[in-house]
Structure formats: structure tokens, C-alpha cells
């Protein structure tokens, strides 16, 4: 994308897991420190995670972030005084089908449900429970091709990944863009204001339909492939980089610019 084709950025929706975090789990200082430079120039930063609000609430609260949260990759919106304004669980036909693949292949399973996490084992009453997302995690690839192919031709739910070994699987139309669609509306800005940052498959979406979609230099191939740009690695402070080439710079520059204009 050269620099005449470049969007005003005016929200960015940063991922977390390989993305704003690096391989500790951390938010770098250099991270961090471009964040404050962002919205500094009043431009929101807001998380759009695979995980849960329990699991990735702390991050945002350590930010300072004031703006809307998409947690289990829109299965969740929150708004910006921390209340939960959408929510979208998966059909129980696609909860059966998944109990279904977890006593057929034995693959580690975990999942998020609004009454909470489960990890490794699954409760036997499922129908009491409003389920936002499940995931399996198998280094066998035969056996993550073969779920994968089950999921898909029975056509129940979205599915993606968050890691080349796994599995993510939401309620059909749930993904992160979708859920910063509904953000932009509640902001009054259109998607080609957002810049996306992200390196799964479930960051896919964002990355294509955002105005300016960033591949992490550690994205999976396919990612790199539908983003507009790719940044450095998340122990790089590959999020930092984005922010400065695609809204600091750019804002810097502009303002440079009504200055030069306004000298007599």
C-alpha cells in the first residue's frame, strides 16, 4: 500500500495472542508506549481477542483503554463503561455436533461459555449452559483436517484458529469483523477508519475488511497473504511499528503541514 492509498486511521483493533502480546504473555513498553501515542492523537484502541473478558479484561484495564472490548472473536461486545451490549451463543445442533468430534477424535478441547471456562473436559448437562465459543488443540494434523472437514460440511458454525494447532469454532456470522462493524456504528466511523492487526485466521476477517489490515511478521502465511501490510513479530514490538507507520507519522505529518500553511 503506498502512501496516497493509505486510509486516515481513526480506531485501531489490535488482537492479542501473537499480536499486542509477546511470547511471555506481556505487553512490551514499546507496546505500550505507541498505544498512548495513539490515542494521544485521539485515535481509540480497542482489543478484539479470541479470549473471553475473564482472560484478557486485565490487559485492556492495564492500557487504560476507555472503548468498546470484542472478546471470543465477537462472540462477545462490550462498551467502554464495561457493559456488555451483544451477545451471540452457538446453536445447540452445533453443540451437539461438537461433543460429537470431541468422543470421536479425543482432541483437547476448552471452551467459553457465559457462565464460564472450561478446559479439558466439557460439563455432561451442555444444554444449561450459553456457549460462545469452543476450540480444539491437536498436533496431529490428520486428525485437526478431519475436524475441520466435519465442521465445515455440516455448516453449523465459523471456524477458524487462533494457533496453527488448533481449532476455534463460533456461532455462524460471528467473527471480529462483524463485531467492529457494530463498533464503528455505536463510534460513527466506517471500516475503512480501522486499522486491524492480527496473525491467526480469526483475525482474518478484520484484516480483509478493515481499511488498512496488518499481518504480524510471525502470521501464519495465510494471513500475510490478505494483509495489506505486514509489520514486525510480536517480540518485536511489531504492533508499535504499525501505530507509527500508519498513524503517528501520518498525523505528524499532516500536522506539519497545517503549520507550514498557516505561517504569514
Known amino acids: 500500500m503506498s502512501t496516497e492509498e493509505r486510509p486516515e486511521i481513526k480506531l485501531i483493533a489490535l488482537d492479542m495472542d501473537g499480536t499486542l502480546l509477546n511470547d511471555n504473555h506481556e505487553i512490551s513498553p514499546g507496546n505500550r508506549e505507541a498505544i498512548i501515542e495513539a490515542r494521544e492523537l485521539n ?50 445442533d452445533a453443540v ?4 460429537e468430534l470431541r468422543e470421536r477424535y479425543g482432541a483437547h478441547v476448552w471452551a467459553a461459555s457465559s457462565n464460564g471456562l472450561f478446559r479439558g473436559d466439557l460439563p455432561e ?19 485437526r ?21 488448533n481449532i476455534e469454532v463460533n456461532a455462524i456470522g460471528i467473527n471480529k469483523a462483524n463485531a467492529i462493524k457494530l463498533v464503528c456504528d455505536e463510534l460513527g466511523i466506517d471500516m475503512q477508519d480501522v486499522m486491524a492487526v492480527g496473525d491467526s485466521l480469526n483475525d482474518i476477517a ?5 481499511g488498512l489490515g496488518v499481518a504480524m511478521g510471525n502470521a501464519q502465511d ?3 497473504r490478505k494483509a495489506d ?21 501520518p498525523k505528524t505529518e499532516a500536522n ?9
Request: hydrophobic share 35%; aromatic share 8%.
Open 43 to 92: 485515535v481509540p484502541v480497542m482489543i478484539a481477542t479470541g479470549r473471553t473478558r475473564a482472560t484478557c479484561g486485565s490487559y485492556a484495564q492495564s492500557l487504560g483503554l476507555q472503548t468498546f472490548l470484542v472478546t471470543a472473536n465477537g462472540g462477545e461486545i462490550y462498551n467502554k463503561d464495561g457493559d456488555l451490549i451483544h451477545a451471540t451463543h452457538l446453536h445447540e
Open 96 to 99: 451437539n455436533h461438537v461433543y
Open 125 to 143: 448437562d451442555r444444554h444449561n449452559y450459553q456457549w460462545l465459543k469452543f476450540g480444539f488443540d491437536t498436533t496431529d494434523d490428520g486428525v
Open 145 to 165: 483436517k478431519e475436524i475441520v472437514a466435519e465442521l465445515t460440511e455440516r455448516g453449523l458454525t465459523e471456524i477458524t484458529n487462533s494457533s496453527p494447532t
Open 206 to 210: 478484520m484484516i480483509q475488511e478493515a
Open 222 to 224: 495465510l494471513v500475510k
Open 229 to 249: 501490510w505486514i509489520t514486525a513479530t510480536n517480540v518485536n514490538d511489531g504492533v508499535a511499528a504499525a501505530i507509527h507507520r500508519w498513524v503517528v507519522l
Open 256 to 264: 506539519k503541514d497545517n503549520n507550514n500553511g498557516n505561517d504569514f
